[in-house]
C-alpha cells in the first residue's frame, strides 16, 4: 500500500489515511477536531485576518501579541488564594538563575554519562534531597505531575503482586483530576480504582468504612496527605498503612512537600511508595505546567525493580574518581518493550533541577519558615472570614495547613465571580466532589505570598458581596 503520499510525509498516502479513519470510525480527518470550535478554526489562509491583505511585519506581530497578552489578567496583589494541588508560592531569584544556564535549560536526557556528569550530578542531588525530606531511600527524576506520579505507583502496586491483586483503594476526597489520570492508566489492565468514604464532619478517612473493603485482591491503599479539595491532614495516616499492610496491600501516601517542614514524612509512617507535587518547590504556577511529579519507594528491590523513569546512581570511573550514571533504566528505550516498566520519555529534570536549587537555598529551617508563615496566615484568614455572618470557616473539624474548606450562604461560584470583578481571584468551588460538598463550598488557600492586607480585602470583599445578595 502506498505510492501516492509524499515519500517524507509518513501516512501521506490517502488510502493510508483512508484505512486508518475506519479503524477509528470517522468519516474525515475534520472529526479528530469537532472540538475545536468553528470559529476557531484554520479554513485556509486566505481567511486569515492579516494586516492590508499581505504578511504582518515582525513590528505589527509583537504589537499585535502585545494586544492580546494586555487582555490577560495577572493575578500579583493580591495572590491567588488557590490551591488544591498547585499553589501559589514565592521563587527566589536564585533559582530563575541557575535554570535559565544554558547547560541546564537546553539539556536532555545524558545518555553519554562522560558528557553529563553536571546534569547528573544535579539530580542526584535532586533525589538525595527529595529522600531526605520524603525520609524513603529511592528517589526517581522524575515524573511529569503528581497524577502521572500517581498512576504509575498504582501500576507498580499491580505488578509487585504480579498482577494477582486488581483493587485500589482511594478516599473520596481526593483531587478529581488525578483520579481521572490513574482510571486511564488502570482500565487497560482490568485495575479496578474503588471510593472509601470520608467523614463529612472531620474530613478524616473513615477506618471502619477501610477495613470492610480491604481484602486479598487489594493491591494498594492511597491517602493524600493533607487532602487536597478539602486541606485536612489525615491524623490516621499511620493506622491506615497498618491496615493495609495487614490486608497484604501497599501503602501510598500522595504528598506536598513543603507540608513536610511540619509533618511526619511518608517513611516514618509506614509508606511503601510516595507521590507529589513539586511545584511549590521553586516551581510557580504555569498554565498547565510543566510540573513536578514526586516518586519515592521504600528499600525493596522488588519495588525499587518496579520503579518507572530515571535513577541516577554514584559510582566509580576507570581511574577510581566519583562519577554518576542513570541506573535501572527498565523503560522500552533500553529494555525489551515487553519488560518495561513504563515507556515514559521526556522526563522533567529542569524542574526536577529547580526542586533542587530550591531545596538546597531553603535548608530545613528556611523550609520550615514559610510552612509556618502560611499555617499561621491561613488560620488567621479562617478566623476572619468565621466572623462573617452566615460563613462557616473552616467547615471541617480536620486539621489543615494553608488550604481549608469555606461553607457560604451562597453559591460558591457566584460569590467567586464578583470577587473576580474587585480583582481578587479566589478559591475552588467544591460543589459534586462528594455527595456531602454542595453548591456553597469552596476550597480557600492562603501562603506565604499572602500577607495580613490581602487576607482582610479577602474577608471584606466576601463579606460585602453577601451583604449586596442580601439587600437585593
Same mark, same amino acid.
Given at each position: 500500500?502506498?505510492?501516492?503520499?509524499? !515519500?517524507? @510525509?509518513?501516512?501521506?498516502? !490517502?488510502? @493510508? $489515511?483512508?484505512?486508518?479513519?475506519?479503524?477509528?470510525?470517522?468519516?474525515? %480527518?475534520?472529526?479528530?477536531?469537532?472540538?475545536?470550535?468553528?470559529?476557531?478554526?484554520?479554513?485556509?489562509?486566505?481567511?486569515?485576518?492579516?494586516?492590508?491583505?499581505?504578511?504582518?511585519?515582525?513590528?505589527?506581530?509583537?504589537?499585535?501579541?502585545?494586544?492580546?497578552?494586555?487582555?490577560?489578567?495577572?493575578?500579583?496583589?493580591?495572590?491567588?488564594?488557590?490551591?488544591?494541588?498547585?499553589?501559589?508560592?514565592?521563587?527566589?531569584?536564585?533559582?530563575?538563575?541557575?535554570?535559565?544556564?544554558?547547560?541546564?535549560?537546553?539539556?536532555?536526557?545524558?545518555?553519554?554519562?562522560?558528557?553529563?556528569?553536571?546534569?547528573?550530578?544535579?539530580?542526584?542531588?535532586?533525589?538525595?534531597?527529595? $529522600?531526605?525530606?520524603?525520609?524513603?531511600?529511592?528517589?526517581?527524576?522524575?515524573?511529569?505531575?503528581?497524577?502521572? $506520579?500517581?498512576?504509575?505507583?498504582?501500576?507498580?502496586?499491580?505488578?509487585?503482586?504480579?498482577?494477582?491483586?486488581?483493587?485500589?483503594?482511594?478516599?473520596?476526597?481526593?483531587?478529581?483530576?488525578?483520579?481521572?489520570?490513574?482510571?486511564?492508566?488502570?482500565?487497560?489492565?482490568?485495575?479496578?480504582?474503588?471510593?472509601?468514604?470520608?467523614?463529612?464532619?472531620?474530613?478524616?478517612?473513615?477506618?471502619?468504612?477501610?477495613?470492610?473493603?480491604?481484602?486479598?485482591?487489594?493491591?494498594?491503599?492511597?491517602?493524600?496527605?493533607?487532602?487536597?479539595?478539602?486541606?485536612?491532614?489525615?491524623?490516621?495516616?499511620?493506622?491506615?498503612?497498618?491496615?493495609?499492610?495487614?490486608?497484604?496491600?501497599?501503602?501510598?501516601?500522595?504528598?506536598?512537600?513543603?507540608?513536610?517542614?511540619?509533618?511526619?514524612?511518608?517513611?516514618?509512617?509506614?509508606?511503601?511508595?510516595?507521590?507529589?507535587?513539586?511545584?511549590?518547590?521553586?516551581?510557580?504556577?504555569?498554565?498547565?505546567?510543566?510540573?513536578?511529579?514526586?516518586?519515592?519507594?521504600?528499600?525493596?528491590?522488588?519495588? %525499587?525493580?518496579?520503579?518507572?523513569?530515571?535513577?541516577?546512581?554514584?559510582?566509580?570511573?576507570?581511574?577510581?574518581?566519583?562519577?554518576?550514571?542513570?541506573?535501572?533504566?527498565?523503560?522500552?528505550?533500553?529494555?525489551?518493550?515487553?519488560?518495561?516498566?513504563?515507556?515514559?520519555?521526556?522526563?522533567?529534570?529542569?524542574?526536577?533541577?529547580?526542586?533542587?536549587?530550591?531545596?538546597?537555598?531553603?535548608? !530545613?529551617?528556611?523550609?520550615?519558615?514559610?510552612?509556618?508563615?502560611?499555617?499561621?496566615?491561613?488560620?488567621?484568614?479562617?478566623?476572619?472570614?468565621?466572623?462573617?455572618?452566615?460563613?462557616?470557616?473552616?467547615?471541617?473539624?480536620?486539621?489543615?495547613?494553608?488550604?481549608?474548606?469555606?461553607?457560604?450562604?451562597?453559591?460558591?461560584?457566584?460569590?467567586?465571580?464578583?470577587?473576580?470583578?474587585?480583582?481578587?481571584?479566589?478559591?475552588?468551588?467544591?460543589?459534586?466532589?462528594?455527595?456531602?460538598?454542595?453548591?456553597?463550598?469552596?476550597?480557600?488557600?492562603?501562603?506565604?505570598?499572602?500577607?495580613?492586607?490581602?487576607?482582610?480585602?479577602?474577608?471584606?470583599?466576601?463579606?460585602?458581596?453577601?451583604?449586596?445578595?442580601?439587600?437585593?
Amino acid at each position: 500500500m502506498g505510492g501516492e503520499g509524499h !515519500p517524507w @510525509i509518513p501516512n501521506s498516502d !490517502p488510502r @493510508i $489515511a483512508g484505512e486508518m479513519l475506519s479503524r477509528m470510525g470517522l468519516s474525515s %480527518v475534520d472529526e479528530l477536531y469537532r472540538d475545536i470550535p468553528e470559529a476557531a478554526r484554520f479554513r485556509g489562509w486566505d481567511e486569515l485576518p492579516i494586516g492590508e491583505g499581505g504578511p504582518l511585519s515582525e513590528v505589527e506581530v509583537s504589537r499585535r501579541l502585545e494586544s492580546l497578552l494586555e487582555r490577560v489578567r495577572v493575578y500579583r496583589d493580591p495572590p491567588p488564594f488557590m490551591g488544591g494541588g498547585v499553589w501559589p508560592r514565592y521563587v527566589p531569584e536564585l533559582v530563575r538563575y541557575i535554570v535559565e544556564r544554558g547547560e541546564f535549560l537546553t539539556a536532555y536526557t545524558p545518555y553519554q554519562a562522560e558528557a553529563s556528569q553536571g546534569l547528573l550530578q544535579a539530580l542526584f542531588e535532586y533525589q538525595s534531597l527529595m $529522600a531526605e525530606l520524603l525520609e524513603l531511600e529511592v528517589v526517581n527524576s522524575s515524573h511529569y505531575d503528581w497524577s502521572t $506520579a500517581l498512576a504509575e505507583a498504582v501500576l507498580m502496586a499491580y505488578r509487585y503482586h504480579r498482577g494477582r491483586r486488581r483493587r485500589i483503594l482511594v478516599p473520596e476526597t481526593m483531587h478529581p483530576r488525578h483520579r481521572a489520570v490513574v482510571e486511564a492508566y488502570s482500565r487497560p489492565h482490568g485495575i479496578v480504582v474503588e471510593t472509601v468514604r470520608v467523614d463529612p464532619e472531620t474530613g478524616l478517612l473513615d477506618l471502619g468504612d477501610l477495613e470492610s473493603r480491604l481484602g486479598s485482591d487489594v493491591a494498594a491503599v492511597y491517602v493524600e496527605y493533607p487532602y487536597t479539595m478539602t486541606g485536612v491532614v489525615e491524623e490516621n495516616a499511620a493506622h491506615i498503612g497498618e491496615a493495609a499492610h495487614r490486608a497484604g496491600a501497599l501503602y501510598i501516601m500522595g504528598v506536598d512537600p513543603v507540608a513536610l517542614a511540619l509533618l511526619e514524612p511518608p517513611g516514618r509512617l509506614g509508606a511503601d511508595i510516595a507521590v507529589g507535587e513539586g511545584q511549590p518547590l521553586g516551581l510557580g504556577l504555569n498554565y498547565g505546567g510543566p510540573y513536578l511529579g514526586i516518586m519515592a519507594v521504600r528499600w525493596d528491590a522488588r519495588l %525499587v525493580r518496579q520503579m518507572p523513569g530515571r535513577i541516577i546512581g554514584l559510582t566509580v570511573d576507570s581511574e577510581g574518581r566519583r562519577a554518576f550514571a542513570m541506573i535501572l533504566q527498565t523503560r522500552e528505550q533500553h529494555i525489551r518493550r515487553a519488560r518495561a516498566t513504563s515507556n515514559i520519555t521526556t522526563n522533567e529534570s529542569l524542574a526536577a533541577i529547580a526542586a533542587a536549587v530550591y531545596l538546597s537555598l531553603m535548608g !530545613p529551617e528556611g523550609l520550615r519558615g514559610v510552612a509556618e508563615y502560611s499555617w499561621y496566615m491561613a488560620h488567621y484568614a479562617a478566623k476572619r472570614l468565621s466572623e462573617i455572618p452566615g460563613v462557616e470557616s473552616p467547615l471541617l473539624a480536620g486539621a489543615f495547613l494553608w488550604d481549608f474548606t469555606v461553607r457560604l450562604p451562597r453559591p460558591a461560584g457566584e460569590v467567586r465571580r464578583e470577587l473576580r470583578r474587585r480583582g481578587i481571584l479566589a478559591g475552588i468551588p467544591l460543589e459534586g466532589l462528594t455527595p456531602w460538598l454542595g453548591g456553597g463550598d469552596i476550597l480557600l488557600t492562603v501562603t506565604e505570598l499572602h500577607e495580613k492586607r490581602h487576607v482582610d480585602a479577602l474577608a471584606e470583599a466576601i463579606a460585602e458581596a453577601l451583604a449586596g445578595s442580601r439587600g437585593s
